[in-house]
């Protein structure tokens, strides 16, 4: 049996979390955070909550599918039974698809806590700000001067340019394959106490959308098992908008997006009830790896993450299982 740390409890990380113990190694999982799940964030303000990060999972591979199936066989996971819309110049439009989306129950970050129950120790609100390879074994530091180890293997389940400092002295050659563009966006969550003016716009359950700032709205209250108190939404922005606009004044950005809402929802503005805006600086792979996992065997090393293979939280899935399979084989 194996000791590997996992620096990093997002999706890949947490995916390879599950691989390792399923084959009987010791896991000790990091994360800069407070909780895990990555992207698959949650957000509370006053009586409503939404889903900010990641708002379905999808898959095209089999042993996704087979993942999600088990999922929500044990009850962690729903299928988000909607038609999505299409959002444009020309209205709001139904565009039905036969896609299976499926959300965590009863918040994304629930089936981040479910796959994270089988580490043997997690790490919360531990920044690991150095991996030194000490003989065969690994240890870590944090930004607060403790230290971590000794560990057998190490995963790196960061974005790129966290993962850069972490490489750059123990494998420079998998911190150049970190020269990866993750886009940014910001996420306004909104939550009514009534309907928007426009009837059809109340029947949006999620809508990707064309538009300069915007482009995908959701109902977040429609998903399973979520409040229905009040109405939430969420509104993701446009990449490039968002690009311009990442050290703009924080209400100048959330009135904004508020006004595109009302905009392409083509409804009178209310005032929210509650209302929150959230800048991610790493959102979502410009154009992944494909590559599965970088892995450096000699030194028991691997780095995952959804940038690495082909986006979204599938690719992220799939990577982790990659940088876990380095350690099954050896």
Request: hydrophobic share 40%; charged share 20%.
């Amino acid at each position: 049996m194996a000791h590997i740390a996992i620096v990093g409890a997002g999706m890949a990380g947490l995916s390879a979390l599950q691989l390792l113990k399923e084959h009987g190694h010791q896991v000790t999982v990091f994360d800069k955070s407070r909780g895990s799940g990555g992207r698959l964030a949650t957000k509370k303000v006053g009586d409503a909550s939404w889903d900010m990060g990641a708002q379905f999972m999808r898959s095209h591979n089999g042993a996704f599918t087979k993942a999600l199936h088990q999922w929500q066989k044990e009850g962690w996971i729903q299928h988000w039974n909607f038609q999505p819309h299409v959002i444009n110049a020309d209205g709001i439009h139904e565009s039905p698809d036969d896609v299976e989306r499926y959300v965590g129950v009863s918040r994304m970050t629930a089936l981040s806590r479910k796959l994270l129950e089988c580490a043997d120790q997690f790490h919360a609100s531990t920044r690991i700000t150095e991996c030194r390879r000490h003989g065969e074994s690994w240890q870590l530091e944090d930004d607060m001067g403790n230290n971590f180890g000794d560990f057998d293997g190490l995963i790196i389940n960061t974005p790129p340019l966290q993962a850069q400092p972490l490489l750059q002295q123990i494998a420079p050659e998998l911190a150049a394959q970190c020269d990866v563009d993750l886009m940014p966006t910001f996420t306004l969550l909104l939550a009514f106490d009534q309907g928007l003016s426009n009837d059809q716009a109340n029947d949006v359950k999620g809508a990707f959308v064309k538009h300069p700032i915007v482009d995908w709205i959701s109902q977040n209250s429609s998903k399973p098992e979520r409040d229905q108190n009040l109405t939430t939404w969420v509104v993701h922005a446009n990449h490039d908008w968002a690009r311009t606009h990442t050290e703009s004044p924080r209400d100048h950005v959330q009135q904004l997006m508020l006004d595109a809402f009302f905009e392409v929802m083509q409804s009178d503005a209310i005032v929210p009830t509650e209302s929150w805006l959230h800048r991610w600086l790493y959102a979502i792979v410009d154009q992944p790896l494909h590559k599965g996992s970088l892995v450096d065997q000699q030194q028991q090393l691997a780095v995952c993450g959804d940038w690495v293979d082909q986006g979204a939280v599938e690719g992220a899935w799939l990577s982790g299982q990659q940088a876990a399979q380095q350690f099954i084989n050896n």
